[in-house]
């Protein structure tokens, strides 16, 4: 018997990324539970100021015990310091902690329950969100202050659950009893904002379904999140979410992932390209604009999203091959309005398909009338083979290629917001890599490249250039530097470029150098005076030969000819420099 699970949204279902127990001083941003260096737990998407409580532990279904999957259990939060006693393993949704001598299996879900957890090390007067669970019961979306986290309160976390490679099946997409390798929704937009709602409603209104395949002894794990597939897609797409809205990007489309998982770990993934109409046309208006036609439907109007038919002779692409623009141009057809069927010519946009890396991308199809009115659609063209689940990059990374047990970088790279066909992966000197573009390829990423990075607050305090992974000056949303005194938030470690120490911006291809943030540390060769500007002191201070002194970034040329570092201590309200000869 085929088994049947309906897609809901986040409000009616939710494994959520899950956390802890003993602690570790390992980061893995935002990668939630990890079993046996794989993720075990469904993502979701972290908001601003949000400590992501990251976990991993080893075990096997049907042989490790409670006690045993509890001793291998590490704790991390970037930006803070995590103190975990008392540790239990639940049955998700229950508060009953399991016998140590219970053995976890592959059907049941799991919670971590932590009785005392606190964490210190965060910025006074702030304040937190958790991700990865919750805190004394309350709602995810509870706000902390430092130093209410430090209060050794319980820790519950989201739901994890073991795979067992032993089960058989593999879960399936259908609509309307038909199964679908590709989705699509057009979003009508008034203006060029939209609520996430809309598109989860969008979505959920195709009434996609879930299925195993005949004879399955595997079952899918968790309903398919609708609202954080949604969100996480934003969010690799660096559209930014505020209030629950956010404005359509440029291209007027993104790609929503929905993937259902079973516990034999194989799993499905359903791209579903989202489009926004903005045209709001009159039954009227829409008549006198071209009609295209695909596998029987009709559109008019801009930017119309549709599903490919299963066996489009165009779709699924070799690698590395050309985009068949003569059979997507026969494929559809278009005249010239509603009462006029004169015919017209369709072009195709294929500039945005990447044909070396495994994948979904946006295709347009337009036609334009005499009257200057122009019908368009958008779908998503495959490359590479079917049934490989997609996952989008969040983080731009490096390829590597895969001998034995040897990961080697290759200069070819990974890009943010790309949709990428995954095809399992493998663990190589405690780094986990994702296989990509077809199940028999020697080409990898590191698996963190889907995960998003957990930033930290910090403030500039020298304007920072920003710069790409290179060490090349680059621009970020339009802007050259992030001016001084200003808050941005970081990759908690540093990386080295060039010789040089850099900050990466947490989820940007962009970076800026270290010492315009922590500064650098100077020896005083003579007695300083701290000025505020050329001729006017900003303390009666004076710096010792021999002090350290902390200086930002290169140093400033003022009205009398000589040069100064800014100092710690500085605010945009209180300047402070120091004199450069004075080192």
């Known amino acids: 018997m085929k088994k049947n699970l309906r897609i809901v949204s986040a409000a009616a279902a939710a494994l959520l990324a899950v956390a802890p127990v003993a602690v570790s001083t390992v980061s893995t941003a935002n990668a939630a539970v990890t079993v046996n260096n794989a993720t075990a737990s469904q993502q979701t998407p972290v908001k601003a100021n949000a400590l992501t409580v990251n976990v991993s532990l080893n075990a096997t279904a049907g042989q490790t015990t409670v006690a045993d999957a509890i001793k291998s259990v590490k704790v991390s939060v970037d930006g803070a310091t995590v103190s975990a006693k008392n540790v239990e393993i639940v049955k998700a949704g229950t508060t009953t902690a399991l016998s140590n ?8 879900s799991y919670q971590v329950v932590v009785k005392n957890f606190n964490l210190t090390g965060l910025t006074t007067g702030k304040e937190y969100t958790i991700a990865g669970g919750t805190l004394a019961g309350k709602p995810a979306t509870t706000a902390y202050k430092a130093s209410e986290l430090s209060q050794n309160q319980a820790f519950t976390s989201d739901s994890f659950h073991l795979t067992d490679k032993n089960l058989t099946g593999t879960p399936y997409f259908v609509k309307d009893n038909t199964v679908v390798t590709n989705g699509a929704v057009s979003v009508a937009a008034s203006t060029k904002t939209v609520s996430v709602s809309d598109v989860v409603k969008a979505i959920n209104a195709q009434n996609y379904t879930v299925k195993m395949t005949d004879g399955a002894s595997a079952k899918v794990m968790n309903n398919v999140n609708v609202e954080a597939a949604v969100n996480s897609a934003l969010s690799a797409a660096g559209i930014e979410v505020k209030n629950g809205s956010f404005t359509i990007p440029s291209s007027n489309v993104f790609t929503v992932n929905l993937t259902a998982t079973a516990n034999n770990e194989k799993s499905a993934t359903l791209p579903v390209i989202v489009s926004f109409n903005t045209q709001a046309l009159t039954d009227a208006e829409a008549k006198t604009y071209p009609v295209i036609t695909y596998n029987n439907k009709n559109y008019q109007g801009a930017n119309q999203a549709l599903s490919l038919a299963n066996d489009a002779s165009f779709n699924y692409m070799p690698l590395n091959s050309s985009v068949n623009t003569k059979a997507i141009e026969e494929a559809f057809t278009a005249v010239v309005s509603s009462d006029n069927s ?36 958008v779908f998503n063209l495959t490359v590479g083979a079917k049934n490989a689940a997609y996952k989008t990059v969040k983080t731009a990374g490096n390829i590597y290629t895969v001998n034995g047990n040897k990961a080697t970088q290759t200069n070819n790279t990974v890009t943010v917001g790309q949709n990428v066909a995954t095809f399992g992966t493998v663990t190589i000197d405690g780094v986990e890599y994702t296989r990509i573009n077809s199940a028999s390829s020697d080409e990898f990423v590191q698996s963190s490249v889907f995960t998003e990075e957990v930033g930290v607050d910090k403030t500039v305090m020298h ?60 020896t005083l060769k003579h007695n300083a005076y701290i000025y505020a500007t050329s001729t006017k002191r900003a303390t009666k201070t004076v710096l010792k030969k021999g002090e350290t002194v902390v200086t930002y970034g290169g140093s400033y040329k003022f009205k009398n000819g000589k040069r100064y570092y800014r100092i710690e201590g500085a605010t945009a309200t209180k300047k402070m420099y120091v004199k450069v000869a004075n080192f």
Do not use: H, M, Q
Request: glycine share 6%; charged share 25%; aromatic share 6%.
């Open 101 to 108: 001598d219970t053995k976890l299996n592959a059907e049941d």
């Open 342 to 377: 004169t015919k017209l010519n369709v072009k195709v946009d294929a500039s945005k398909v990447n044909t070396a890396v495994a994948g979904t991308y946006p295709v347009t199809v337009s036609a334009t009338n005499p009257s200057g009115k122009t019908s368009s659609v």
């Open 463 to 522: 304007a920072a250039a920003y710069y790409d992974k290179d060490g090349k000056a680059t621009t970020l949303d339009g802007k050259k530097t992030a001016a001084s005194f200003s808050t941005i938030s970081v990759v908690a470690k540093p990386v080295t470029i060039n010789g040089a120490s850099y900050y990466k911006i947490a989820n940007k291809d962009a970076y800026v150098k270290a010492s315009n943030i922590d500064g650098t540390k100077r």
